[in-house]
Nanobody, 115 residues
Framework: QVQLVESGGGLVQPGGSLRLSCAVS????????MGWYRQAPGKQREPVAG???????NYADSVKGRFTISRDNAKNTLYLQMNSLKPEDTAVYTC?????????WGQGTQVTVSS
């Protein structure tokens, strides 16, 4: 059973930074990709950043140049460094992992950008 646990969310002022973490445990079979999604109130969940097993990254246009996705294999942890945060970045951020058996999701962490 694969489990994902996010942390690092909170309240930050516009222009500030946060780093989200996603701790992964369990048996992963043939990792395909990992990524971050977010869902703002009243909106559908959207992809934010992705990281393939080979290390290729991709980002939503709205976060390019501000967010960075990375992975520490030794710590089994996925990160999302978020800089220059804007009020429109306010959402619940959730990490996802795909392996050969399918997709796994964390429970999410709230990020609120407000003055």
């Amino acid at each position: 059973q694969v489990q994902l646990v996010e942390s690092g969310g909170g309240l930050v002022q516009p222009g500030g930074s946060l780093r989200l973490s996603c701790a992964v445990s369990g048996n992963i079979f043939a990792l395909q990709s990992m990524g971050w999604y977010r869902q703002a109130p009243g909106k559908q969940r959207e992809p934010v950043a992705g990281l393939s097993a080979s290390g290729t990254t991709n980002y939503a246009d709205s976060v390019k140049g501000r967010f960075t996705i990375s992975r520490d294999n030794a710590k089994n942890t996925l990160y999302l460094q978020m800089n220059s945060l804007k009020p429109e970045d306010t959402a619940v951020y959730t990490c996802q992992l795909w392996d050969a058996y399918g997709a796994y999701w964390g429970q999410g962490t709230q990020v609120t950008v407000s003055s």
